[in-house]
């Protein structure tokens, strides 16, 4: 199977065509090779480092979740064409998705979280509107203490959490969204007592405080690690089994 066979694969589990995405984002295949795929990766961001280490372990499809063209200024320009030219060099293709993988209701990054913190059985309902589509999840239930919350997003590769304790020690309504969530408007409207997000800026911080709701933030990047992953755990079975069948 080559590079653009399986990049619409991933476009078809993923529903890629009913977003619209933030301009950087373009999901989909934005580095390709004539070559035919024989080992599957993934990567939160199609940074230098993890391009080159796809090509020293002899990854030749990339899965990753930030890809390469965010910004446009002549700086963003010039990193970008350093990845690209390692990519090809290195003959590694790149498979970008945001805001689809964020949201799918299986492999994504926000379910994903939802099962890492130990909610998995928990009432659900999408919250966490972006660029028109909910994104993550609100969970409700008879109660999980903040403190075990804390422990289990802990449990997350590299994450060094930061906790607002700003609400109830016991929550029973909570918003789910990975990466950078930090619009309180949502949160309020749906009568959540704690969000639990990547990162948020300082001003949102201190509205939470004030606004009596905990604020729990895992990482930008470890909140995110969970969809590439799950993905590309996907992606491997069809892979395997056409390359037992000599395909």
Known sequence: MRAKELAGICDRILETRKFRDYPGARNGLQVSHGRPVKKIGWAVDAD?????????????????????FWGSSALDRKIRALRIRDAKRLGVAIYSSHLPLDAHPDLGNSIGLVRALGLGNWKKKRFGRAMGKEIGFMVQGRGIRRKVLFRNCKRLKGARVKVMAAGPAVCRKIGIVTGGFGDLDQVVQAGLDTLVTGEADYPTEVKARELGINLILGGHLETERLGPRSLCATLRKPLHTMQNHGI
Request: glycine share 10%; hydrophobic share 45%; net charge positive.
């Open 48 to 68: 230098l480092e993890s391009i080159r280490r796809a090509g020293k372990e002899k990854v030749d499809f990339l899965v990753v979740h930030h890809g390469i």
